[in-house]
């Protein structure tokens, strides 16, 4: 059974991939071990997702975004970074007026349903796609003209390019010797709704307690989608409180900014482990989405880069196409994986020393989260720059953003952490 592309996982990043080739009449092969029920009407899994401006634009091109009910759609017009019990804040504002949100919050499993729907739609009118559920991929290997998949059935089938988006865990990256970077923080996400008395003005919050980090994420009314990133050690206890126990600790943490708080819903957990592959292109393969770049979830720049990485690959595909190229080729695949490293590594690294910075609980780290936060409020280029990757409003214009700084160096450097601890 012969496909141009074969995609290896049906979740957010793999639909949008598969609906980015639509214009392209190749042939593909789209398959995912969930049920076709499940692609059909994704469970809510307590996830919300921060989409950029970006993202947004792309969701429309691909038709997805039209799909989801607006009442379902939640702006982000402001958001605050706090620091432990500290009433000090560093805020995000609109740059303008014109511009109606920094962000759009979306619940992950519409989105998935959305670009499921368009691509069963594309396989209707187009004929040129299979969904095949229920199925996983058993081993996979290229050389120098195609590469094959066996699939749990037995059935074997063949492509000039394999794209694997199954997860920051992919079990077939590993199978194509593609290395990844992994970030066990040894905490878990416990993410829920809930219902409080005072309006959020639609505000995020990230809120830097020690030993813990608590996010409350503006939805339509008086809801917000709460994200408490704790130790593995101590999430259990969290997960197996009453829900009046857990309402009264939530409130309590977030200092009764927002009056009663109530839960809505179920809590949900999830380990967190970020993931960055070495490489996102192997001979006649490629990752996107988590298999290629898994983030932790405080910049809310992972599906953000899902998206975009499978725009990118879909791009250079086309391009090869119009050109009469072997769009599988690696001379293609490293456009991708150029752009899309680009793009990325900056992010990941950046985002991991954020996380340190305001995870660690030496005196030293809380003296240097407290600076770092005062001198982003009071340094525009640099609150500016931050902006711009927020809300990736500037890329949609076409413009560049500004040089991005390196990566935070640890914190802080050991002289300074041995003169701070004797005082």
């Not at 039209?66 to 995000?92: E, Q, T």
């Amino acid at each position: 059974m012969n496909y141009d592309v074969i995609i290896i996982g049906a979740g957010p990043a793999g639909l949008s991939f598969a609906r980015a080739l639509k214009n392209t009449n190749l042939k593909i092969a789209l398959i995912e071990k969930s049920s076709l029920d499940e692609l059909k009407d994704p469970q809510e899994d307590g996830r919300e997702i921060a989409l950029t401006h970006l993202s947004v634009k792309l969701m429309k091109s691909m038709g997805a975004w039209d799909r989801i009910d607006p009442a379902s759609i939640s702006p982000i017009k402001n958001a605050k970074v706090l620091n432990g019990n500290s009433p000090y804040s560093l805020d995000f504002e609109r740059p303008s007026e014109s511009m109606e949100a920094l962000g759009y919050l979306i619940p992950n499993h519409l989105i998935r349903k959305a670009f499921y729907e368009e691509v069963a739609a594309m396989s209707e009118a187009l004929d040129n796609i299979d969904i095949i559920t229920d199925t996983s991929v058993e081993e996979l290997q290229t050389d120098d003209s195609s590469g094959s998949v066996t699939l749990s059935s037995g059935v074997v089938l063949s492509a000039p390019l394999l794209v694997s988006a199954d997860s920051r865990f992919s079990a077939t990256r590993r199978q194509m010797g593609v290395g990844a970077h992994m970030r066990d923080f040894s905490r878990t996400a416990i993410v829920c709704r809930m219902e409080h008395e005072y309006s959020h003005n639609q505000t995020a919050f990230e809120c830097f307690h020690y030993g813990k980090t608590m996010a409350l994420l503006p939805m339509n009314g008086n809801l917000s989608s709460v994200v408490i990133t704790i130790s593995s050690q101590k999430s259990d206890a969290l997960l197996k409180m009453s829900d009046e126990a857990f309402n009264a600790q939530v409130q309590q943490w977030f200092g009764n900014k927002l009056g009663k708080i109530s839960l809505v819903g179920k809590r949900h957990s999830y380990p967190l482990v970020a993931v960055h592959a070495d490489k996102f292109v192997a001979n006649r393969y490629a990752v996107v989405g988590d298999a290629a770049v898994g983030m932790h979830p405080v910049t809310a720049h992972g599906f953000n880069l899902g998206i975009r990485g499978a725009d990118s690959l879909a791009r250079e595909i086309k391009q090869a196409q119009d050109h009469g190229k072997d769009f599988g080729s690696m001379a293609v695949l490293k456009k991708y994986q150029k752009d899309h490293m680009h793009v990325t590594k900056f992010l990941y690294h950046g985002t991991n020393n954020i996380v340190s910075l305001f995870t660690t609980e030496t005196l030293p780290a809380k003296v240097a989260r407290n600076a770092v936060l005062r001198f982003a409020n009071n340094f525009p280029p640099l609150k500016n720059m931050i902006t711009g990757k927020l809300t990736e409003a500037e890329t949609v214009k076409g413009s560049n953003f500004l040089p991005p700084l390196p990566p935070l160096p640890p914190f802080p450097p050991l002289p300074f952490a041995k003169k701070l601890k004797s005082l």
